[in-house]
């Protein structure tokens, strides 16, 4: 996967960053690691999948193709397409739904009156399998078979894993404004059975006796330190040249690319003085 320096740099956007600088935070992606970019149009991803496993199907591939989306994306129009196109086609596709229980600030009973999001992968035909969110046993398990079952019978798996957000959805979410207290009393069964999924693998492996007291405190506190400085060192990198700003687009580009290209430098070379052009990979 990615290295966590990998992903200070995807974050800062900077001129290590595989993307380039050009997505938001936490949008990465890298054809070596088979991870297609995080976009943010809700739910694009869903059909996306459902195409590549049909590929992956019709040329005989022992391959399969995974997405990921919450309960919100669940709502959209692309979910329900998406889903059929792959239980229909028979597509090498495993959809892994983590209903968390909130779409940003609307819960799951104010987005859907059925039994969750499992129910319809059932009506479309599809195998499917709710599991706790929070065991990492029960995740590791059902997505192992999950994937042999896509392989064997060339056709695609819904998980539904029930979760729950503990947190603000970002950094510019104040989930006390409408996760109140009565909200929490009617969550409050499911809050204790589900509880931290860090602290449940961590009381696991104590119980065990594989892992000593302290040791995963020590680990976070080393964690830490080196998330620290890869956010510092990122921070201090410069970003992509601007003339990456042009790349990508096209394999040859355009006339009209080109003028633009032209007519920017000609700005820059004017009124440079007026940007933080040394902000910039020369």
């Not at 609307?106 to 992968?121: K, L």
């Not at 961590?202 to 007291?213: C, S, T």
Request: charged residues 25%.
């Amino acid at each position: 996967g990615f290295t966590i320096r990998e992903m200070a740099n995807q974050l800062r956007g900077n001129h290590y960053d595989f993307g380039k600088g050009r997505q938001m935070p936490v949008h990465y992606g890298l054809n070596r690691l088979n991870y297609v970019t995080v976009s943010s149009p809700l739910a694009t991803q869903i059909p996306q999948a459902s195409g590549s496993g049909y590929t992956f199907r019709i040329k005989g591939e022992n391959r399969i193709a995974l997405t990921f989306f919450g309960d919100g994306a669940a709502s959209e129009g692309d979910f329900h397409s998406a889903m059929n196109f792959a239980a229909t086609l028979k597509c090498q596709t495993l959809f892994y739904c983590r209903n968390n229980m909130f779409a940003i600030s609307t819960p799951v009973d104010e987005q859907f009156a059925g039994d969750g999001i499992a129910a319809r992968g059932i009506a479309y035909g599809m195998n499917t399998i709710r599991i706790d969110g929070n065991d990492l046993f029960a995740v590791y398990n059902a997505c192992k078979h999950a994937r042999e079952l896509i392989i064997k019978e060339k056709a695609p798996v819904l998980i539904e894993a029930i979760s729950y957000r503990g947190g603000d959805h970002s950094t510019s979410d104040f989930s006390k404004l409408y996760r109140t207290e009565s909200e929490m009393k009617k969550l409050e069964k499911i809050l204790k059975m589900l509880n931290d999924p860090i602290q449940r693998l961590k009381n696991y492996l104590e119980h065990k006796g594989w892992i000593e007291e302290g040791y995963i405190d020590k680990i976070r506190a080393e964690l830490i330190v080196e998330i620290s400085d890869a956010l510092k060192d990122a921070t201090s990198e410069p970003f992509p040249s601007i003339e990456e700003l042009f790349n990508d687009v096209y394999k040859e580009m355009p006339n009209n690319l080109k003028e633009q290209k032209a007519e920017l430098y000609e700005h820059l070379e004017k009124y440079g003085e007026h940007y933080n052009l040394d902000a910039f990979k020369k």
